[in-house]
C-alpha cells in the first residue's frame, strides 16, 4: 500500500526557515516522482517543487525559486522540502504527492499524482 505522511509544519517569522519531510511507503523512488503542492484557503492546490524519479532532477515553481530546495533521502524514504526566506503568502497546507513516472521530467500539476499525504500546514505569521 502505497503512503506518504509529511511532518515538520508550524509557525515562522516573515524571513524564517522550516523543513518539511515527506516520508513514504510501498513505492520505490525509481518509478515515482515526488511533488509538493500548497494550497491556501479558498484557493486551489499549487505545484511547489517535484523532484524527477530516475534523474533526479528538481522543478520550481517561480515564487519559490532560489528559497526553496527539494531533496530526497532514498536510505530513509524521505522527500524534504527545505523553505527558507519565508513570506507570509508562504501560508498553506502542504501536500506530499507521489506520480508513478519512471523517465521523464517531473510536472507541477496536481492532476499528474496519484497518492497524497495528509498535509502539514505552514503560517507565517509575526
Known amino acids: 500500500q502505497l503512503q506518504l505522511v509529511e511532518v515538520g509544519g508550524g509557525l515562522a517569522q516573515p524571513g524564517g526557515s522550516l523543513r518539511l519531510s515527506c516520508a513514504f511507503s510501498?513505492?520505490?523512488?525509481?518509478?515515482?516522482?515526488i511533488g509538493w503542492f500548497r494550497q491556501a484557503p479558498g484557493k486551489e492546490r499549487e505545484g511547489v517543487s517535484c523532484?524527477?524519479?530516475?534523474?533526479?532532477?528538481?522543478y520550481y515553481a517561480d515564487s519559490v525559486k532560489g528559497r526553496f530546495t527539494i531533496s530526497r533521502d532514498n536510505a530513509k524514504n524521505t522527500v524534504y522540502l527545505q523553505m527558507n526566506n519565508l513570506k507570509p503568502e508562504d501560508s498553506a497546507v502542504y501536500y506530499c504527492?507521489?506520480?508513478?513516472?519512471?523517465?521523464?521530467?517531473?510536472?507541477?500539476?496536481?492532476?499528474?499524482?496519484?497518492?497524497w499525504g495528509q498535509g502539514t500546514q505552514v503560517t507565517v505569521s509575526s
Open positions: 523532484i524527477s524519479s530516475r534523474q533526479r532532477s528538481t
Open positions: 510501498g513505492f520505490s523512488l525509481d518509478y515515482y516522482a
Open positions: 504527492g507521489a506520480d508513478r513516472r519512471v523517465f521523464g521530467s517531473c510536472k507541477l500539476s496536481a492532476n499528474e499524482y496519484e497518492v
